[in-house]
């Protein structure tokens, strides 16, 4: 794995995967604003857990290819002690700004090195009540491994004449699985020899949701000042939100509307991307008699997918620029 | 897969896996007891589902391996048929109800079967807030399919001279993750040539347990009265309780307070199992400046695991054989 | 994970798991017997590799579990470096052995210890032809990681009044996946209200299979003496000859006569055991003009299943006890 | 999931994953030339098995996502339908070739789409030989699935003013696992604070490659005549030759020769690109008495990887273009 590409110039680059940094009593994120549709204001940071990716770029590494010469090599396995290590010296309290902080010392640290770019994908550990003599309380010792959706990050950055640029940073979600039992149609698509589906004025819609968001200055997503930082547990709230709230006519029509609320409420964010997968279930039993209920199965495994970014020109389009107002509505 | 052995006979069974079921609005889970550990009460419903595995028994299917007579199989695309359907029948709240129920439909149905053994794996949808007007709300539409631990239930019915027998029934979770990041220690085992562990007295402890427990009565299981119902959300935050409290010294010192806490909980129950796995992180940095926190790495794939059942007698010999008292101590 | 039971008596053990051993230069496979079904005669044992499971067994270590008193625990990391280091000594060519040694030397070593259980399943390599000026040779230094099917093997050792005895073992194959497209039926069965499955008098059968055997006399599984050992690899050929040659009226019929040729071929064995699964493709174009071939596709979730063992006293009733003739027909 | 990306426009798409097509006894593949690292002629098609993925592209799709309009909607079971179909008019013996039919197809069918882009994962089954009264001979009805390397291959054909343009094709290999047990050194390397691995001198080189591959003229990738055609087994022999003949100085030096060799063997390609994971174990037992064995364990997760392509014209710099002669060297 490791999906890095530099456009430009030759495909060259190499690096460390599954590299896990568990970082213990990280400086909590807060500071982040509160918005109509999440009740998530900050995190505690006990535990910042995440699976990184470094690659390293450079010109000087073409030798180590084509003449096996390892001088100017950092091994991986060096590379994976550095990303540990400067996890005791991160002052932050989000993934992009530690993807950053090490990049930016790969940079410093080693002058043969043209760009870095590291990936963290979180591993995210829930809090969880436990019980005592006071009553339920939240714990501050014990916490969940979750295996639900997860952030993500991406960020770039190269060596320039007079220091570095951040030249990526993209921030995500992957694998939000999210069901909504009624309220989804899917119907007047074209009908021709291949069609066997059936139209559904009402059916269950469950989709599988990867999401990835750009910002329009990129020290938002990274600097220390989390004012305009958007954490992925808003855009996870915000899309759940959308779903409750509209009658869909199709995982399209979805996520566009998701796209749309999501920029106008963070005039912060230049892009957002999906990537969605549907996982409906089959009808078997659609009238229980004397219940609202019916009978689902599991679909066969293909899966329908759609790819759309929305951007602001959508969102001006559609007249719903963002404006402050908009974003402070339920502050 | 399908792990079922009949004793004292030989071996010989067959059926379907993988049976996903979803049934939406089934009765809700009401009237479980409040634990002073938990505040779980209770369940909507709105989606139960399970991924089934259905095995049938019988000495009339034996000449279908030995002559290939197909003449009394039920094809197991018909049992996957039968559970469906049935799941539309059923008219309780828990999965145990549910596999007892289709067990001893299928027993009715086919006089020629011996017994029927139905595993119902959770597959949990939680609950979502969603943001509007009126601020915060748990939506009664859209739900967060779960990848974290679910519950789990076996069940086994066998035809006898005058109706059906329950002979075999078990509750349980799998694959619950908690991490408690300080108050664990592992020291004082054996030191030889073949040690390179380091001892530790303080260090973060991450677990995976499956449990499994078994009640006195199986009607407290399985029945419609819930009042003796044991959900696996109780005894999750359990676990979460007594990890959060307990200064232990081991996995096996953890397990062991976890079931005496869950027996002195819970009379109705006769045992309750462990299947434990440490999968414990390895230190990098121990010590940051000015932070009490650390940093830590994956550990190696190895993993250290344990097999436990905690039995009533295990309580009696603890002094701690559950009254109505310690029941209903926070209720 | 960790499916150690023991009978008679409380169940507690524990021990490790994912124990990855690669022994390189190995004793090599010879001396097996060859069979006509099978082109296998031995193996180079250039790389023996497996995942090892352990478990240790002994009231002593009940006070680890009741107190969190670790004064007579062997560490479950300490049990990996046993284990790997033992493979350095390990004198024989087959996992069965491998799993013996290592369980004796723990009873030797460790007093109060009352049984070992260790799991091997095979990490195979195949090996690769390379090309060069001679033309097409076997490697003898590259090999490719194989992730088809596997053998494995269970051994328990326990402690007696004078030594130790074998309580336990079995040998296998995990996850051999084979597909006949043609020559197999599935018909005669029930039809009633909840069958939807058209029959099929000649249908693509793909199967999975876990097997798993037993010998009479344990020595010829874990001895230095391998004429009467059987290689996992003529098994698998048998399952193949079988398959090939029987028209089939269910994977019931077919396991059966699958356990009879190995019984019939391997008078040294007592039980077959078969864990099958049914993966057969579903119809889509069942006739292309000018054509003999068809278009499947990949079936829903749910898969049939069978669990069978066939004994000597099967064959005997056949009419087929092996006898040395049978066994050599084709050497 | 589904990766595909346009340039110079909007990322719009939506499709089907996951559809998988099995057909059986499709024309076989013949016609391609020996080479000297592999005894790859061809593969009898008895199972032309897939995993597919198909993306539409077209402006025609956008009020599908802005206005919930699904008139212009091809619904994705109706392209699964469509694939599957086709399978049965397929008259090549390729994926590519599959691949490029199909999204011709789709452009011939519905005049709205403006591209199609198709994903083949190879599905393999592997020749098994069985044995009877003539000895062993390879069935024909019997076929064993595979979970090694497969094939891989993407299409992307667009409508231009005057009919359709191949605007995309890779073909590949993905998840070759090879180990070579000695003869791979890797030294040399930067050494600083940072550094804790052991420089080797020789060691067990453990790796997973990806390969993806371009032809200068694209017919020869997924045109009726196969004479040009590059099967991935033979890239796939190249890779073991080159690595059981290299004393290699890192997974970098390997992977360009392997680079080289097939650029030079075949002319008809333009470029050849590797992802490589180093998975190489760690030693645990370095010296046995009176074996030339070691023992090794499992590495920790992270791992290294690699991401070069080598081009003709690196071909060219190392003064080993390739000509007829190196092409039929072996014939």
Request: glycine share 8%; net charge negative.
């Amino acid at each position: 794995k490791g999906g890095f590409e530099m456009s430009n110039q030759r495909t060259m680059y190499y690096g460390k995967g599954d590299v896990f940094v568990f970082r213990t009593y990280a400086k909590p994120l807060e500071g982040v604003k509160r918005i109509p549709e999440s009740g998530f204001t900050g995190r505690n940071n006990v535990i910042l857990g995440t699976n990184a990716t470094i690659a390293l770029k450079g010109d000087a590494f073409l030798t180590s290819f084509t003449e096996g010469d390892n001088s100017l090599i950092v091994a991986t396995d060096s590379m994976k002690n550095f990303m540990l290590r400067h996890a005791a010296k991160y002052e932050g309290s989000t993934l992009e700004g530690f993807a950053t902080f090490v990049c930016e010392r790969f940079l410093e640290t080693y002058s043969h090195i043209d760009a870095v770019e590291i990936t963290c994908d979180e591993i995210p550990f829930d809090k969880v009540e436990v019980g005592g003599q006071s009553g339920l309380n939240e714990s501050d010792l014990v916490y969940r491994h979750s295996r639900n959706e997860h952030a993500t990050t991406t960020v770039e950055v190269k060596r320039t004449a007079n220091g570095t640029e951040i030249t990526k940073q993209t921030s995500g979600i992957s694998q939000l699985h999210l069901i909504k039992v009624s309220g989804s149609s899917f119907y007047g698509y074209i009908k021709d020899e291949y069609t066997t589906l059936p139209e559904a004025k009402d059916r269950p819609l469950f989709i599988y949701l990867n999401l990835d968001w750009t910002y329009n200055n990129v020290i938002d997503a990274i600097g220390s000042d989390t004012s305009n930082y958007v954490p992925a547990e808003q855009i996870r709230d915000i899309c759940a939100t959308v779903f409750n709230d509209l009658e869909n006519r199709s995982i399209q029509h979805l996520i566009y509307e998701i796209g749309l609320r999501a920029l106008e409420r963070f005039p912060q964010l230049a892009t957002i991307g999906f990537e969605s997968n549907n996982k409906t279930w089959e009808p078997v039993v659609e009238d229980i008699p004397g219940s609202k209920g019916q009978v689902f199965t599991e679909p066969r495994p293909p899966y329908g997918f759609q790819r759309f970014i929305v951007t602001r020109e959508d969102l001006e389009k559609e007249g719903r620029a963002a404006s402050g107002a908009a974003h402070t509505a339920k502050a």
